[in-house]
């Protein structure tokens, strides 16, 4: 079950600037895990199944490490504020709509399809405060095939009535349920911690939250240092904490004992860079988001130079956009940008290296994932570029770029591949 071999012409990354490009090869799945790429199909591979996708690209998919799922529904609208008024007239009032549990489903269905339509073969995923349209959220992602964290927000402080949880407790008590009612129902879709943000948290439902991840070992999800508005905050509320990851640090939200992923690090200093590299916290860099919302750029380069787990973040709907192609192609850019306007000590990013981001860096946080090197899961995309047309014959590289840079436009995703499972794409 589960096994079989795609040919066509291969792309997966190595380290983070080196590409791998394999053309008109054989990539073998063996019980839903990579087994390689061969230039000759190996003998003991013989009786597999063969599609042959002779002249396309294949590609492993691709890893969305924060995006907002009731946000999909205003993306592309209110990008005219910056992030806490951003939130308090976009986010918060469409969020209150998920206590409603018909518009969840409404809204929840065209998210789950869109995901299951777009590159995105795994995603980590805030839903609201709302438990039970957050498990709906999950039924719906467990259908849609693709691999996903999804998290019940908790927030019991500075936030509209409708979007705040009655006390610190109240949030826990809910939040330990979410996880009983959730961990192991699906195969697919796993819970995880997702306290908002330090200023819509107490130090109290933080603390709790800490005791809860350990006791049930569910890793966490959340923000840092995106806005300098919002730092400052941080800074008032906790004047206790050196900095912003400071405060997670303390109540064992940062990668203290489990895997972590922090959305943004614009604003990261020494000290927190230093904590995150220690703790082996995952970096989601959102380059639209942090541009669309006037938040800043992060350094990347910095983060990949050190060695860092990071990856990429669509951030819906900070981002307009659910592709991971445009989060590389808005990654590229505002790397151009940092190195003109920031520090010219910092080269931009290669294609190679968001490429890395948004395939093994992000994927990395879901295991052995985004790669075709022997043992990892098999996820995987099929790309015609022909759908882009060119006068010459470009070499593989080349054509990786093109599907990049241009790759907003998915019209040319013919396959897509999770866990060695096709996922129905119309
Ligand atoms: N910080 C706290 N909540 C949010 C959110 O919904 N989006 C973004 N971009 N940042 C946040
Ligand atoms: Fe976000």
Redesign the pocket.
């Known amino acids: 079950m589960n096994s079989f071999i795609l040919k066509g012409d291969v792309c997966c990354s190595g380290a983070p600037d080196a590409l791998v490009t394999r053309d008109n090869s054989y990539l073998i799945c063996e019980n839903g895990v990579c087994a390689g790429v061969f230039d000759a199909i190996p003998p003991r591979f013989r009786d597999l199944p063969l599609t042959d996708h002779t002249g396309k690209l294949i590609l492993p998919g691709m890893t969305d490490l924060h995006l907002?799922a009731p946000?999909y529904a205003f993306r592309g609208m209110g990008m005219d504020r910056e992030?806490l008024d951003w939130?308090n007239a976009y986010?918060f009032p469409e969020e209150s709509r998920y206590g409603d549990i018909a518009y969840a489903d409404r809204a929840y269905t065209i998210f789950a399809n869109a995901i299951r339509r777009s590159a995105t073969t795994r995603a980590v995923i805030f839903g609201t405060l709302h438990r039970e349209a957050t498990a709906l959220l999950m039924e719906r992602m467990e259908a849609s095939g693709v691999v996903s964290f999804v998290g019940k927000v908790n927030m019991d402080r500075n936030a509209p009535d409708s979007l705040c949880e009655a006390s610190a407790e109240a949030s826990l008590r809910d939040t330990e349920r979410f996880l009983r009612e959730t961990t192991g129902k699906f195969r697919n879709t796993y819970p995880i911690l997702t306290p908002?943000?330090v200023p819509?948290c107490t130090d109290e439902l933080l603390q709790g939250l800490g005791a809860l991840s350990e006791q049930y070992q569910v890793p966490v999800q959340s923000?840092l240092s995106?806005n300098p508005g919002e730092v400052a905050w941080v800074r008032e509320l906790c004047p206790w904490a050196a900095h912003y990851g400071a405060v997670y640090d303390r109540f064992g939200l940062f990668g203290n004992s489990q895997k972590t992923v922090m959305?943004h690090c614009v604003y990261s200093g020494e000290e927190e860079i230093d904590l995150m590299q220690r703790n082996g916290v995952t970096i989601a860099h959102c380059p639209a988001?942090n541009a669309n919302?006037a938040s800043g750029i992060a350094p990347v380069r910095r983060y990949l130079d050190r060695g860092m787990r990071i990856g990429l973040g669509s951030?819906i709907a900070?981002g307009q956009s659910e592709s991971l192609f445009t989060a590389m192609t808005e990654a590229l850019k505002v790397s151009r940008l940092y190195w003109r306007l920031i520090d010219s000590a910092q080269k931009p990013l290669s294609v190679a290296e968001v490429f890395y981001m948004a395939t093994k860096g992000g994927g990395a946080f879901f295991g052995k994932v985004g790669s075709f090197e022997p043992g990892y899961e098999f996820d995987a995309l099929v790309i015609d570029d022909s759908t882009l047309p060119h006068p010459r014959a470009l070499m593989l590289a080349e054509r990786l770029e093109r599907a990049v840079t241009l790759g907003g436009d998915l019209r040319g995703l013919v396959a897509k591949y999770v866990r060695g499972k096709r996922l129905d794409l119309s």
């Open positions: 907002h946000q992030l939130l986010a908002r943000f819509s923000h995106e959305a988001s919302v951030d900070g």
